[in-house]
């Protein structure tokens, strides 16, 4: 089994909190980008429950990074979509905002939970269109691949924007992939 070396870059937050709980809200209500602009808050959602508030216990010990989208034990130890792309597509278009690329993942790419899928996919997206190789860009595609799956799995394609501002990973989550504004 492939094993792949994470660099700060690709380090994501792993702790479901109050913040998170509120995307998955706004994000099934707003549909992740879609044009309903009404979200849900973290003060919509009053406190969080002690079922809400889960978190991990310190440890010094060197501990694996999964998907927030799976738990552990339903990991596939073996790639089952080796080999297959991810992404079946991806097209440029333009918006009264500016560029804006359309990823349409296929139906691997909307099945695996294997670790690691994320950047290959992201390296697919790249290898289709390079200049989408921008500040913020990664974030907005891995945001999707985390949480629009999730909320819409038959959505037909993902949106990502080159004008979108680069605010890091946790930030984009919160703008419900969309930081800088919803999508128009």
Known sequence: MRQRTRTAHDRRPRVVHGATVALLLSLAVAGCGGDNTSTATTSDLGSPTP?????????TA????????TPLAAQPTVDPYEGIPLVDHVAWTENVDGARLLVFPSEAGRRTTYPGSDERAWQE??????DADTPGMRDQFICHWDWARLVQPN???WNIEPWR??????????ASCNPGGPER
């Not at 997206?125 to 390079?130: D, F, H, N």
């Open 62 to 69: 060197s501990i694996a990074i999964t998907s927030p989208a």
């Open 155 to 157: 959505k037909p394609s």
């Open 125 to 130: 997206v790249l290898a289709q269109s390079p």
């Open 51 to 59: 079922s809400a508030r889960l978190t991990a216990p310190p440890t």
């Open 165 to 174: 501002p680069a605010v890091g990973y946790p930030a984009t989550v919160q």
